[in-house]
């Protein structure tokens, strides 16, 4: 095991982010963001969970955020809908680079909050 990272985020920050697209193409890949977004009245807490996993990572990986593009961390589903990271340009090279060979994440919802818990192999 070389990292676990956990974050929790309020729900109540990504419903003002809505109103400011360019935020949202600033921190999320496009291919998350159009999942999130149609998702309707679940939008907010799709897009905070997401958010969440990336802080995870970055705090699994030890060194934070620095370095990392937040939109070359991708959160997606698997077929059974378990929560999985794409990663590619500087967070694929920064987890190479730190010798990780799998990454792990769980998400979790409660009314205003949300939580991502990350583990680095």
Sequence with gaps: MLGIGVDIVRVGRFERWLEKP???????????LAIALS????????????FAAKEAFG???GSGLVGLSLKDICVKNDEHGKPELALSGT????????????????????????????AIE
């Design 59 to 61: 705090k699994a990986l």
């Design 22 to 32: 360019v935020l949202l193409e600033r921190f999320f890949h496009a291919e998350e």
């Design 91 to 118: 967070a694929k090279a920064v987890f190479e680079a730190s010798g990780a060979q799998r990454v792990h994440l769980s998400l979790s919802h409660e009314k205003d909050y949300v939580i991502a818990i990350t």
């Design 39 to 50: 998702r309707g009245a679940g939008r907010a807490p799709s897009l905070a969970a997401r």
